[in-house]
């Protein structure tokens, strides 16, 4: 349930001038990275659990974002304009990895699963 609400909080506040610091398009988070809005030091827009990494592409129209715990067996995603939530296994305990290769839903189209 907390990543469903991480997800639903995350979309209501990414537009196209609201970016992580530490989330460059095509980049993985640190474990319990701060999402800021547009700067190192813009306002505070969430935080990351302990753990818990980010993966996120990005334009000036869309993005894409996946979650994952360090110790979870799953990735969980979704895209802007998209209500659904994706999901596809990790391989053992390894970290987050850049798992995206779009900023839409056809980010999603092989080895994800729709919850």
């Known amino acids: 349930m907390k990543k469903i609400m991480f997800f ?3 979309g209501m506040c990414f537009t196209s001038s609201v970016f ?3 989330l460059t398009t095509g980049g993985v988070s640190e474990p ?3 999402l800021r809005n547009g700067s190192d030091d813009g306002p505070l827009i969430g935080k990351l659990s302990a753990g818990v990494r980010a993966n996120i592409e990005y334009d000036e129209n869309s993005y894409a974002v996946a979650t994952a715990h360090d110790k979870g067996t799953k990735v969980y995603a979704t895209a802007a304009g ?4 994706y999901t596809i296994d990790k391989a053992g305990d390894e970290v987050l990895v850049d798992s995206l290769d779009a900023s839409d839903t056809s980010a999603f189209d092989t080895g994800w699963t729709e919850m």
Do not use: Q, R, S
């Open 8 to 10: 639903i909080a995350l």
């Open 20 to 22: 992580a610091a530490d």
């Open 32 to 34: 319990g990275a701060e």
């Open 82 to 85: 998209d209500t659904k939530i």
